[in-house]
């Protein structure tokens, strides 16, 4: 059902030498999108809803708008539980299936602001509501919105984003939503990525409606959870992984869900000793052999059949008439602009203007030969003129971790970009400009 795709940066490596190259991982699936009809995987969600005082008017009003929207999108099969927070937790819908829409939308909308953030404490009670019925029939996950600093309870954020990797582990995941200004990017990001989630903020509520109902589209979509990639080299071959996944605890890396239409991809540097290249021109070599192991969507644990990645070899004068692989350096340059991006985020939480700048001149060089990347930094340079430490911080922390993670369309046009087109894809599968505003 996942099929494993290896792409080297050019179809061949130098007899003779060391080699260093980039290779292109992609797992995707032959599987169609299934119609209204098909069974889809049954939810099992915990909205986790920050009503700490900053939260009070339009914020947490809006915040009401997006949990009456997953309210809306959920079927009778599926199973909800609504949990608030500020110096105190309470549960105030225990997880039941989704029957009666109106009495849950009607909850909702009695919550009302309070005072301090007890973050983790709210995320613990909502992540327990889920692995109560956590199980591989259904899929599993909390939904954490946040406007603020984790500032009562257990605020150390290393602790914190731990349970979230534990939690992940048993099949409980988590995704973030961050909202405005003030809320700690490092703390929901890193909770997000451990928690294999996924991450979002708004600069303001409204603009959170859009990651709201792209994280629905996701989760309607998915046709392989839990992946986990194995990478086993040849002796005398060694790799790095590029996107800095994290592993579990048998070293696998833990890879993003896969949906309907989407591949997801990860870029290794291998290195080749030079005595296992001395073998005969117009030899192969066979380099490494991968597997992933994952959930189906009728909850069975599957593994894949290894894939053998192999190479042939060159001598320098027909090694350099070669050509590069398109798709493999342009997956080379986001993964670059997503470093620097992280970079800028780290200069901003610094208030080094001047580190920014230099970043932003990279990024612009780099933006050259991607039009959605060239566009997106543009986007990114008007907050950089802004001056305004906090929304340019989140805004290069959420474009980073978007680049580094993110599910990709195998026929994306690479030369062209435009909102428009966009739109005809699937919301998980759109290249946006801007993280935190609601998309046009």
């Known amino acids: 059902m996942i099929n494993i795709e290896f792409t080297p940066e050019k179809d061949g490596i130098v007899a003779g030498e060391e080699n260093t190259f980039e290779v292109l991982l992609r797992a995707s699936s032959d599987l169609m999108r299934p119609t209204v009809s098909d069974k889809k995987l049954p939810l099992n969600l915990a909205l986790v809803l920050d009503r700490s005082g900053s939260m009070q008017g339009r914020p947490l009003e809006e915040a009401k708008k997006c949990a009456a929207m997953l309210v809306d999108r959920m079927g009778e099969d599926d199973m909800l539980s609504v949990t608030t927070y500020d110096s105190r937790v309470d549960v105030i819908i225990p997880t039941t299936k989704v029957v009666d829409k109106s009495r849950l939308k009607d909850r909702i909308n009695q919550i009302q602001p309070g005072g301090m953030t007890a973050l983790y404490d709210g995320w613990s009670i909502g992540a327990e509501q889920v692995a109560e019925f956590a199980d591989n029939n259904s899929l599993s996950r909390v939904l954490l919105l946040s406007d603020g600093q984790a500032n009562s309870g257990l605020t150390d954020e290393e602790t914190?984003?731990?349970?979230?990797?534990?939690?992940?582990?048993?099949?409980?995941?988590?995704?973030?939503?961050?909202?405005?200004?003030?809320?700690?990017?490092?703390?929901?990001?890193?909770?997000?990525?451990?928690?294999?989630?996924?991450?979002?903020?708004g600069q303001t509520a409204d603009d959170l409606m859009d990651p709201f109902s792209e994280e629905f589209d996701l989760m309607e979509a998915i046709i392989a959870r839990r992946m986990r990639l194995q990478v086993l080299p040849e002796v005398g071959v060694s790799f790095e992984l590029l996107n800095h996944y994290p592993t579990d605890r048998e070293g696998r890396f833990i890879l993003p869900d896969l949906a309907y239409g989407a591949d997801v991809w990860a870029l290794l540097k291998i290195k080749v000793a030079k005595s296992l290249c001395e073998a005969a021109r117009g030899s192969s070599l066979r380099l490494l052999t991968s597997t992933i192991d994952f959930i189906d969507p009728d909850g069975n644990e599957v593994r894949t059949a290894p894939s053998v990645m192999t190479i042939e070899l060159h001598s320098p004068d027909a090694y350099a008439e070669l050509t590069m692989d398109d798709t493999v350096?342009?997956?080379?340059?986001?993964?670059?602009?997503?470093?620097?991006?992280?970079?800028?985020?780290?200069?901003?939480?610094?208030?080094?203007?001047?580190?920014?700048?230099?970043?932003?001149?990279?990024?612009?060089?780099?933006?050259?030969?991607?039009?959605?990347?060239?566009?997106?930094?543009?986007?990114?340079?008007?907050?950089?003129?802004?001056?305004?430490?906090?929304?340019?911080?989140?805004?290069?922390?959420?474009?980073?971790?978007?680049?580094?993670?993110?599910?990709?369309?195998?026929?994306?046009?690479?030369?062209?970009?435009?909102?428009?087109?966009?739109?005809?894809?699937?919301?998980?599968?759109?290249?946006?400009?801007?993280?935190?505003?609601?998309?046009?």
Not at 162 to 184: I, K
Not at 382 to 397: C, I, L, P, V, W
């Open 329 to 440: 350096r342009q997956r080379s340059i986001e993964l670059r602009a997503a470093m620097l991006q992280q970079q800028a985020h780290v200069a901003a939480r610094d208030g080094d203007w001047v580190r920014i700048d230099q970043i932003m001149e990279e990024l612009e060089q780099l933006g050259k030969g991607n039009a959605w990347l060239k566009a997106s930094i543009q986007r990114l340079r008007t907050y950089s003129q802004t001056r305004r430490r906090d929304d340019f911080a989140k805004e290069a922390r959420y474009k980073s971790d978007r680049m580094r993670r993110r599910s990709v369309s195998r026929y994306e046009n690479m030369d062209s970009y435009s909102e428009a087109s966009e739109s005809a894809q699937p919301s998980y599968l759109r290249r946006k400009l801007e993280q935190g505003k609601k998309q046009k």
């Open 160 to 201: 914190i984003t731990s349970h979230c990797g534990t939690m992940a582990e048993n099949g409980v995941t988590t995704s973030t939503y961050g909202l405005g200004p003030r809320f700690n990017e490092n703390l929901m990001s890193a909770m997000a990525t451990a928690g294999q989630g996924q991450s979002h903020y």
